[in-house]
């Protein structure tokens, strides 16, 4: 509900007096979870992170209040520096079997862009669906929007 108010308000005019409003709506993506209701998700695109994998990886580590100390689920018993390493592997491990199991979840659209071959290979994917509150790019403004998806 926050993305679906966040896409219509951005363009309202005075609705937050210190930030011109936008005059074109931009794209709006929802990240998959679990949930089926009111309405499991659908995605538009799904990329390979094949390649960029490590680095997100490596990025996540970065945002310690996020990831190490647990955000908002978190306590004081996962920030203890004796076992950073370890929760470092668990969080690495935990994103990098998630972006497994998006890459067999959604295989088939894998495939519907980068063909059967590439599409079969994918080890890493991320999924995202648009909002239908904000812009509606069609397949080739989405391939802009993520030229991961083409290379």
């Not at 100390?69 to 390493?85: I, Q, S, T």
Request: net charge negative; proline share 8%.
């Amino acid at each position: 509900m926050l993305v679906q108010d966040a896409a219509y308000m951005v363009t309202v005019p005075f609705f937050c007096p210190d930030v011109p409003h936008l005059k074109r709506n931009p794209a709006f993506f929802y990240f998959p979870d679990n949930f089926k209701k009111p309405n499991p998700f659908q995605p538009d695109i799904v990329v390979s992170v094949d390649t960029v994998m490590d680095r997100k990886l490596e990025a996540l580590g970065k945002l310690v209040s996020q990831f190490h100390e647990g955000g908002a689920n978190g306590g004081p018993e996962l920030a203890d520096p004796a076992k950073f390493d370890e929760r470092d592997r668990a969080v690495k491990d935990w994103f990098r079997t998630r972006n497994q199991r998006l890459a067999d979840r959604f295989r088939a659209q894998l495939v519907d862009w980068y063909g059967a071959d590439r599409g079969g290979q994918v080890k890493y994917a991320e999924a995202f669906e648009l909002c239908e509150y904000g812009a509606q790019p069609d397949r080739e403004t989405l391939k802009k929007l993520f030229p991961i998806a083409t290379d």
